[in-house]
C-alpha cells in the first residue's frame, strides 16, 4: 500500500494534521468517555471542567474543535462560547440537556456550528465533529485557491460571497459561519424547496437525519435577522428560499 509518510491512509478524506479538540464538560464520566473515544482517532484532547478553565485552555491551546457543555458551573457555555469566539473563530458543537434548548442557543446568536441534545451516542458526536472539521479544512482551502465566487443578489438580498457578508434593503446583517452557509445555499436555488437532509448534508457535510433540529433552528435565527418573509417552511420536507418580487 502506498501512503504519504504520516499522511492519510489511501481513500480516506484527509484529516487535519494533529487534530486538536477541548472538551469543556463538568461531569467526569462524560468527559472522559468523549476524551477516551477522540484520542482513539489519534486527536489531542484536553478536558476542562468549568467555563474560566476552558476560555483559559482555548486561548493556551487554540483548538480545532472546541465540545462544550451549556450547563457548567462558573460562567456557563454561552459565555464561554462568546468569550472564545471573540478572541479567534474555532468551531464548537455545543451540548445540550434538551432539544428547545437549541433553538434558544441558536436564536440567540451564540455561534456555535453545530449542536446535540443529550444523551447523544459517541459515534454521533464523532462523525459530526469530523464532518465539522471537514467543512473547516474545506472552506479554508477554498480561501486560499479560489476565485471570489460571484455575489448573489435575490429582491432586496444581497450576499457578497467574497467577503462573507449580507445585507438586506442596503442594511448590513451578521450572520455566523454556519448561518451564511445556510442562506447561500437557500440562495442558490431560489423558489425551491431543500428538504431538511439534503440541507444538513449541504451545509453540515452530515448525513443522519437526527441533525435535523440543527437545521430548524438555524433556520429560525436566519429568519430573526433577515426578515420572517424570505425564508418558506414546507411542513414535513424542508425550505425554500423565497425572494421579493423585484
Ligand atoms: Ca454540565
Not at 444523551?119 to 473547516?136: C, D, H
Not at 448534508?201 to 433540529?213: M, N
Request: glycine share 8%.
Amino acid at each position: 500500500m502506498v501512503t504519504t509518510p504520516g499522511g492519510p491512509a489511501l481513500g480516506e478524506p484527509a484529516p487535519p494534521a494533529q487534530v486538536q479538540v477541548l472538551v469543556v464538560e463538568d461531569e467526569p464520566a462524560i468527559a472522559t468517555a468523549i476524551a477516551h473515544r477522540m484520542r482513539a482517532e489519534g486527536w489531542q484532547v484536553e478536558i476542562a471542567a468549568d467555563g474560566l478553565a476552558a476560555v483559559a485552555a482555548a486561548a493556551r491551546l487554540r483548538p480545532d474543535v472546541i465540545v462544550l457543555d451549556v450547563m457548567l458551573p462558573g460562567i456557563d457555555g454561552l459565555e464561554v462560547c462568546r468569550r472564545v469566539q471573540a478572541e479567534r473563530p474555532v468551531p464548537v458543537i455545543m451540548l445540550t440537556a434538551r432539544d428547545d434548548e437549541t433553538d434558544m442557543l441558536v436564536g440567540l446568536g451564540v455561534g456555535a456550528d453545530d449542536y446535540m441534545t443529550k444523551p447523544f451516542s459517541m459515534r454521533e458526536l464523532l462523525a459530526r465533529t469530523k464532518a465539522l472539521l471537514r467543512r473547516v479544512e474545506r472552506s479554508v482551502q477554498l480561501a486560499g485557491t479560489a476565485p471570489a465566487d460571484p455575489a448573489i443578489t435575490l429582491g432586496d438580498v444581497s450576499i457578497d460571497r467574497g467577503q462573507r457578508r449580507v445585507s438586506r434593503a442596503g442594511e448590513p446583517v451578521h450572520l455566523t459561519p454556519t448561518e451564511f452557509d445556510l442562506l447561500v445555499t437557500l440562495a442558490l436555488n431560489p423558489r425551491t424547496v431543500l428538504t431538511r437532509e439534503r440541507l444538513l448534508a449541504e451545509v453540515w457535510d452530515w448525513i443522519d437525519a437526527s441533525g435535523t433540529r440543527t437545521v430548524d433552528s438555524h433556520v429560525k435565527a436566519l429568519r430573526r435577522k433577515l426578515g420572517a418573509d424570505l425564508i418558506r417552511t414546507v411542513h414535513g420536507v424542508g425550505y425554500a428560499f423565497e425572494p421579493a418580487e423585484g
